[in-house]
């Protein structure tokens, strides 16, 4: 059998409006939880997962569910990173002419969510009717952090640091840009996606930002839809959490570098993204000079405590303050919640966040002196 075509089940084949794809590796940990939540949610059957060649039990999950959803399935004998996944199931689909409208891409621990009022499918159009309407290329939906029963303290931190994120996403998308089209969850024009994947190199850490700023090179419109919520699996753990936050630091300041003329021209046209560029290198930058400032001062013990205070107020009172804009909290206890939360981000920033950033930010300087040695 050829791995690389999908196990095909019965799919409305004239339904071309929309469809999703899901590249998977080595996700066997959480991939039942994620396929027995699919089940009533009425569009598993509109799903291509893509096995980018995990090397666990993977495959042979998605071949256990693919009858029960009405899914398909696509394995690959070699691994393609996530953005190659995508593309390869765009190409057979278009080379089977049935390449949708719109495809929407889903990380394999994320599933799209209902509202009291619609179902998931209902909701998708009506993203697409927006999308059409304001000739938008790529939209992000609602992220949200989904938190278990039993969960730690630390994902329940991770939720309020997503809220976060929406408020990001709402501010940006006032401009027709974003800082990213969040991978667990976003929509995109088929036609114009397929050719910025085909256009990229590969790489897992700048995949979801890389596409975005493509877009946005193109004279693409973005947007955000926070209509639909995306709940995605967050880390479990400390070593987790590090882990992922030293891979998003990792990838943002490779993009930033070298799409750094995007970046400068969004100073040039006083865009709001730019603000935010100031906002993230800001960090790089004052950990750079903390030495010499440390080294200038007289009593560096205690400079570094203000420090250490001042940024901890600063993070809790961002946090708070993109919180209590949310409209998509629980109202129950509602200002209680957020400030503990917002206080306890506070202390996550200092003893995790930062100090992931911090190895991302090294790593990324490691990346590009190879680079540049090996030209």
């Excluded at 080379?95 to 621990?109: F, G, S």
């Excluded at 397929?194 to 590969?202: I, R």
Aim: aromatic share 12%; glycine share 4%.
């Amino acid at each position: 059998m050829d791995k690389d075509k999908p196990i095909t089940s019965n799919l409305d084949t004239q339904d071309h409006n929309w469809h999703i794809v899901v590249p998977v590796y080595n996700e066997a940990a959480r991939l039942e939880k994620i396929l027995s939540a699919l089940l009533p949610l009425g569009y598993a059957d509109k799903i291509t997962f893509v096995n980018d060649a995990s090397t666990d039990s993977s495959g042979n999950i998605l071949d256990k569910w693919a009858l029960r959803l009405r899914c398909q399935v696509m394995h690959l004998r070699k691994n393609a990173k996530k953005e190659g996944a995508i593309r390869k199931a765009l190409e057979h689909l278009q080379n089977n002419n049935r390449l949708p409208e719109y495809t929407i891409v889903l990380d394999a621990d994320s599933i799209l969510m209902p509202n009291s009022s619609h179902t998931v499918p209902e909701l998708i159009y009506q993203s697409i009717v927006f999308a059409r309407e304001n000739n938008i290329s790529g939209m992000a939906f609602r992220l949200e952090a989904m938190v278990p029963k039993g969960h730690s303290v630390l994902q329940r931190c991770i939720y309020y640091d997503y809220t976060g994120i929406q408020f990001d996403n709402w501010l940006t998308s006032k401009s027709n840009q974003l800082w990213v089209i969040n991978g667990p969850g976003g929509i995109f024009e088929s036609r114009k996606l397929l050719p910025v994947l085909q256009s990229m190199v590969p790489d897992f850490e700048t995949g979801d930002l890389l596409i975005t700023v493509i877009l946005m090179k193109n004279k693409e419109r973005v947007a955000y839809w926070p209509h639909l919520a995306v709940k995605t699996w967050v880390p479990e753990n400390y070593g987790e959490y590090f882990r992922q936050r030293r891979r998003w630091e990792r990838g943002t300041i490779k993009v930033l570098w070298n799409e750094r003329q995007f970046y400068l021209n969004q100073f040039r046209h006083g865009r709001i993204l730019a603000i935010y560029v100031i906002i993230y290198l800001l960090f790089p930058a004052g950990i750079a000079m903390l030495p010499l400032v440390l080294a200038l001062a007289d009593a560096p013990a205690e400079l570094m405590l203000n420090i250490l205070i001042w940024n901890y107020l600063f993070w809790v009172s961002l946090a708070g303050i993109k919180c209590f804009w949310s409209p998509w909290l629980p109202k129950k206890n509602r200002t209680a919640k957020i400030l503990f939360w917002s206080c306890l981000n506070g202390l996550l920033f200092l003893f995790a966040t930062a100090p992931a950033r911090i190895t991302g930010f090294v790593d990324a300087l490691k990346y590009f002196s190879r680079s540049r040695r090996l030209e």
